[in-house]
């Protein structure tokens, strides 16, 4: 027997294999599929609302009747069509593209983000994706039609991590323009201010929405093992530049680390979200267990999307 082109246990491996499609799938149908039950079982086809048609959508549920009256183009949506309604935001700035002994921090944040959609899409829930840098860069809306999910890989494969992090301007924008309570999972290192961050946490919730914060770290941002001189550069301004000793810096940046990393999880609690914190070390299924055992205790106190 033939050995397989890619190694299922080596997240590095995984994330730079190439072919971001084919490694969600095996990915979720290795590892997930039969350990989750969906508890978002739709059995009414009671009409919710219009929305606007993106490519991707089946063309059965526009409204043609509606497209006579405006000219426009608008989805249909049911119940039983939209169990759950998912965005995925995935941070593609320039500190996501660090990465050492491992995968980028963006290379594993894509292929969690894409296993994470294909398995909401193996359940027929809508799901959507938003990238950000200082910028909303790829923006599409949840949907259930399997070519979703293909869009949305494609989308993350093509992205390249760049610009400064601009995550209190991008919930400015995203937070009004979700019109139906919805499932919002934000994959990020969280490197930035963290109050604004609260902020919008804060009215995500007062507006219903469900909200997962998955961030990704690298191993040496957590234990900082440098030995040598070493020049650190911003990865989103790289004309910041600093030669350090490693040793005198040590003590006082981990330090720090812990408490930004503190705070950010008194900040998820303090707001009734679900934090799960991973290195690009951990195997892909560390974090998709973690969703999935939010999943089914939320299952058990009822759906976010209705």
């Not at 992090?165 to 934000?186: A, C, D, N, Q, Y």
């Not at 990704?216 to 440098?226: K, S």
């Not at 810096?249 to 707001?271: E, N, P, T, W």
Request: hydrophobic content about 35%.
């Amino acid at each position: 027997m033939s050995e397989p082109p890619v190694s299922l246990v080596d997240p590095t491996a995984l994330a730079r294999f190439g072919q971001l499609e084919v490694v969600a799938r095996l990915i979720v149908e290795g590892y997930m599929i039969g350990q989750h039950q969906s508890p978002f079982k739709g059995s009414s086809v009671e009409f919710v609302e219009h929305r606007q048609y993106t490519p991707g959508d089946e063309i059965r549920h526009i409204d043609w009747r509606a497209f006579g009256k405006t000219g426009r183009y608008y989805i249909k949506e049911f119940e039983e069509e939209t169990n759950l309604q998912a965005y995925l935001v995935v941070d593609a700035s320039g500190s996501m593209a660090y990465g050492n002994s491992t995968a980028t921090k963006y290379e594993y944040a894509r292929v969690l983000a894409a296993s994470l959609g294909y398995l909401l899409t193996t359940q027929r829930d809508a799901v959507g994706l938003v990238t950000f840098d200082d910028k909303i860069g790829d923006r599409f809306e949840p949907s259930t039609n399997p070519k979703r999910f293909r869009q949305l890989a494609t989308a993350l494969q093509e992205r390249r991590p760049g610009g400064e992090t601009g995550m209190s301007s991008l919930f400015e924008k995203l937070i009004p323009s979700l019109r139906r309570r919805s499932l919002v999972i934000v994959i990020s290192d969280f490197f930035d201010d963290l109050q604004p961050l609260q902020t919008a946490l804060q009215q995500f919730r007062r507006n219903k929405h469900e909200v997962v914060l998955l961030q990704v770290i690298a191993p040496e941002e957590a234990d900082f093992p440098f030995e040598k001189p070493t020049q650190f550069r911003n990865l989103e301004n790289d004309g910041q530049r600093l030669l350090v000793d490693p040793h005198r810096l040590r003590k006082v940046y981990l330090q720090q680390f812990q408490a930004f990393q503190q705070q950010l999880k008194d900040i998820s609690a303090g707001c009734g979200c679900d934090l799960v914190q991973v290195t690009t070390s951990d195997p892909f299924q560390l974090a998709l267990g973690h969703y999935l055992d939010w999943r089914k205790r939320r299952g058990k106190h009822g759906s976010v999307a209705r």
